[in-house]
């Protein structure tokens, strides 16, 4: 790891030091952020090949701040100081310039630095500053996408400074710790709970400010929430609310950086703690008591709140237990008023036990006027220190939302589950019988790039990189060391010393990286993600359709040329696209690539070419139908850490003669050789319905369990795929499911081909 700064202090003890914030700079886009005087910041380049501006302000008073850029910074005349790719918040940066200030910049790393390069500096005095990434649009076809920076922010202060507000605040409220307040909030506000200093849970009491005028308390109801919610916390997204007890609902959560709280149990009350040995003790239900008798609410012995950040699980015995919560500094929750409120958030009290980390601190809350306009979802790490991101939309997003309220969160994007118009089964028959176009940018892609490219990936994954051809694609198995699986995915080869790796795990592209510096390689490992969305176009007219949308150029494939797991390159409504001949069906069918700001103009086209043929949008409820009927793996199902290629099904990505030694190479061989477990579908009989965890038993002997399972529209039956011991595994073994406690309920069934539909794969080849 290489780092430049200013002075050795700090510099080189980072990895030792918890950072108090952790900042996203976005490839192509730009973070600002304030450091306070003797604060320390370090900005890395997790991917390598990122240049980046550091632009500082420092006040009349501090005029020295941006000399903690060093002797390589420069005094900023304007915009062209900066060179190409500043854009509008550069513009904004200097423009918001008080009397008395001056901006000086410097620029982080290189076109060609490595991988976890670091420009660590000093704030003398109290700063400003903005991080813009530069980047250009990346084409489909191309692999100069701008990658993401971090910024860490080491404060100089004690603990409890709560991180910047998200928008103008009409009400700054600071909750001690081990105290609670009250508050109004009016309808169409935002409210955001905040944990300044992480792992402090905070109870909310919210309740229907006319109704309480009126002598009624009408608060959030835990039970009445969980009831309508269909979950044991509502999520953003379309089943968000909170109710009371007679139904209305009271607020929504809008973002979540957290996702684990608690709605079963008490705020808590003296009775806990004089049960524990603590009489007297400060709790929860007390101070609620206290903060809330202003607004003639009655006192209560024990509150039934919404416990936000609290760790409550429960168990296989049925026990609820608890543990340290998961917020980290800074985590916050945002909710959204739906009727004026009067609420209550608390600092939880309990120092006796690991609920708040055994050491209360306080709670900051703000609200929003209404008219702000604040994005939905929840917070995606890729790895445990990584930033935040929230949830966020596909360049497809504008045409899927006209069609659809009902969006779920799938690794970080809001993704569609069905469409309004007909519902699952019939965008399974358009599939099926016509053809269906589906968004699918959630995946993740990677530019693996450089002269070892190619000796990157075969060390990395299972199948034989060597023999992958120019404008090929190959799907492959990622694994451990002991032979568990880490992602499946597929490798483009755009060039001798060009890869594209398409998987679902982000954390797939820091593995990829640290082989990389652990075998001295060089190669580049870069994330498009967000510079490639795609759709899927499956189903037996969807050659019909592509024919039509598809301009390729003459020495490039065309629809009626490109063959199965090749790829082409060409415009779909006059914007650049590239289309595999892959999916995730088991149907004739294409996934086409392009950038999110093309993607409207390419998903317009392709309906208005589809149009004569039938062609329908397809969410994940129908997709995952289609996929179990054909036997394809899905993870965290099918697949796990503790699941070796061949206990998943997909063997044949395993070739037992590919010379070069890769990650788990000799693990799997001893796997290959002695196997415990293989994938094997059912055919279920009756009507029953079975799921994913249901165990599978012959006889009394659990020996397997259900992984996905789906009614068949075509088929007439209920399927499933199971990972069953090798013994049980023959075609036609007798076996149930376990239904109940697994024994006082069985369904049986029997062992079936993995592919049920289409076995020979006739349809996806033709």
Known sequence: MNVTATGLKGGAGLAARAPSRILRAPGGGSTLFELAAGDEAAVFSPEGGQRGDLLVASTASGANAPAALGPASRRLGGLSDLGAG???????????????????AITLFSDDGAAGEIFFFPAPADMRCLLVVPGEAMEPDAQNPPTDLRVEIFSARAAGVAPPPLAPVKLDLRIDAASARAYRVAAGDYFQIIDVDGRQCSDLLAFDARALEQGRELGVDPTTTRTLMGAATPEPGLHSKYFDQDQNPLFEIVRDTVGRHDTFMLACSAKYYDDMGYPGH??????FNAALAPYGVAPRRGWPAVNFFYNTFVGEDDMIGFDEPWSRPGDYVLLRALTDLVCASSSCADDIDPANGWRPTDIHVRVYDARENFSKGGAHRMTVDSPATLTRESGFHP?????????????GF?????????????????????????????????????????????GAVTRDIRKLAVGQIVYTAICHEHGGMMDDGTVFRLGEANFRLVCGDDYCGVHLRELAQRQGLRAFVRSSTDQLHNVALQGPKSRDILREALVTPPLRATADELKWFRFTVGKIGG???????????GELGYEIWTHPDAAPAVWDALMEAGRPHGLAPFGFGALDMV???????????????????????????????????????????????????????LAVEGNEPVGHGDPVFSGRAKVGVVTSATRSPVLRRTIALARVDVACGQLGTALEIGKLDGRQKRIGARVAPVCQYDPDKSRVRA
Not at 644 to 669: C, M, N, Q, R, T
Request: hydrophobic content about 40%; aromatic content about 10%; charged content about 25%.
């Open 414 to 458: 809001w993704t569609p589950q069905c469409y309004a118009s007909e519902g699952p089964i019939a965008e399974y028959w358009a599939c099926r019988e016509r053809a269906a176009i589906m968004d699918l940018s959630a995946l993740r892609k990677f530019e693996v790039t450089g002269p070892d490219a190619e000796a990157l990936l075969q």
């Open 575 to 585: 914007r650049p696209v590239l289309v595999s001949r892959t999916g995730y069906t």
């Open 282 to 287: 400060g709790n929860c239900t007390d101070n």
């Open 399 to 411: 045409r899927t939302c006209a069609l659809t309220r009902s969006f779920a969160d799938y690794r």
């Open 86 to 104: 500043a854009g509008d918040p550069a513009r904004a940066f200097l423009a918001a310039l008080r009397e008395g200030e001056a901006a000086e």
């Open 627 to 681: 996929r179990i009927e054909a036997g394809l793996i899905f993870a965290n199902h099918e697949f796990c850490d503790e699941t070796d290629p061949f206990e998943a099904g997909i063997g044949f990505a395993v070739p037992a003669k590919k010379e070069d030694a890769y990650i788990g190479s000799e693990a799997l061989a001893r796997r290959r050789a002695h196997p415990l477990r293989q994938l094997v579908g």
